[in-house]
């Protein structure tokens, strides 16, 4: 019995899986690494009408694991961004609303070693652009002006608690007949609860947080991705200093995500740690600076360690 036909399907199956487990664990960063900004002061007490605009770039870099079996080695990435934000607090029948934008851009460069073929692509273009609605539930009235001043000197202990959903659209760069998509083709939904205590100058903020996937019905050569339930829990540290200058330690994990294609499901959850530093300055009266260094590690051998630096600059005004 000549077995040559079969092996030649048998590896190119085994290939074809390959390349599917490869573009889920890196669009998985991208996608996954968008969202969990581990963003402090996202529940801070801010006056109504103000608005803030702001400008970010950074540079990520970092190492994609896989399970030995499939001979992928070395594989590596380099991932440049920068976008723009827009930020609007606002009252919501008595309450303390928000309202975040950003739409992101992104130049990156993927390799790596596939059955010691070295292997490498480049990207650039859109990624896709969130909007947040928070609003605050307890604690945090929505005032402005000498009456917000009054009630943050008269109140230096207090609690807040909030609420928000995330809408990440699928607008970003997309093709079926690409491996690697600066956008997802999805529509991807993040509520989120959270819980920011203060203490004068010092900030307790914890938000909790599960994100729903849209099924991709024109995955990678007309196959179908489902992706179960990510959630993600963060908590941050924050202190203030005068006049204007803040520091925050973060940290967060995050659980699940696991994808099915066309209905057989793939080892690609996620089970991995983030911790980040951030500092806060001021640029007078109505500008300032944020620093991040931010880095996550994976908990299990597969996923992907990543270092990520950020700066970003902003301008505020009441309205």
């Known amino acids: 019995m000549d077995c040559g036909p079969l092996l030649i399907h048998f590896r190119r199956l085994a290939k074809t899986f390959v390349v599917i487990l490869v573009l889920l664990v890196i669009s998985g960063l991208f996608g996954t690494a968008q969202a969990q900004d581990l963003e402090p002061r996202r529940w801070s007490h801010l006056p109504v009408g103000l608005n803030v605009l702001g400008v970010a770039t950074g540079w990520t870099d970092g190492d994609i694991l896989f399970d030995p079996v499939l001979r992928i080695e070395d594989a590596t990435f380099d991932l440049f961004f920068t976008g723009v934000g827009y930020v609007r607090v606002f009252d919501v029948f008595g309450r303390t609303g928000r309202v975040d934008a950003s739409l992101p851009y992104a130049m990156g460069r993927w390799q790596g070693l596939v059955d010691g073929e070295f292997t490498t692509v480049r990207r650039h273009g859109f990624a896709d652009p969130r909007l947040r609605f928070s609003v605050?539930?307890?604690?945090?009235p929505p005032l402005k002006g000498k009456a917000f001043a009054a009630y943050k000197r008269e109140n230096?202990?207090?609690?807040?608690?909030?609420?928000?959903v995330t809408v990440t659209m699928p607008f970003g760069e997309y093709s079926s007949e690409r491996l690697?998509?600066?956008g997802s083709n999805r529509w991807i939904v993040r509520p989120?609860?959270?819980?920011?205590?203060?203490?004068r100058n010092?900030?307790?903020?914890?938000?909790?947080?599960?994100?729903?996937?849209?099924?991709?019905?024109?995955?990678?050569?007309?196959?179908?991705?489902?992706q179960d339930p990510l959630w993600f829990l963060q908590g941050h540290v924050i202190r203030s200093f005068k006049p204007g200058w803040w520091c925050s330690l973060s940290g967060g994990f995050a659980h699940g995500g696991q994808s099915r294609v066309n209905g057989d499901r793939k080892p690609d959850d996620s089970r991995a740690r983030y911790l980040a530093l951030s500092l806060g300055m001021p640029?007078?009266?109505?500008?300032?600076l944020k620093v991040t260094y931010l880095t996550t590690d994976t908990h299990i051998d597969?996923?992907?360690n990543t270092n990520?630096?950020?700066l970003g600059w902003s301008v505020n005004w009441a309205r």
């Open 136 to 140: 605050n539930l307890y604690g945090a």
């Open 156 to 164: 230096p202990v207090n609690t807040t608690v909030g609420a928000a």
């Open 180 to 182: 690697i998509n600066l």
């Open 192 to 199: 989120q609860l959270g819980v920011l205590h203060q203490r």
């Open 202 to 226: 010092w900030q307790f903020e914890v938000t909790g947080s599960i994100l729903f996937f849209e099924t991709n019905h024109e995955f990678w050569q007309g196959s179908v991705r489902e």
């Open 283 to 288: 640029l007078g009266a109505n500008q300032s």
């Open 302 to 304: 597969v996923g992907n």
């Open 308 to 310: 990520t630096l950020l």
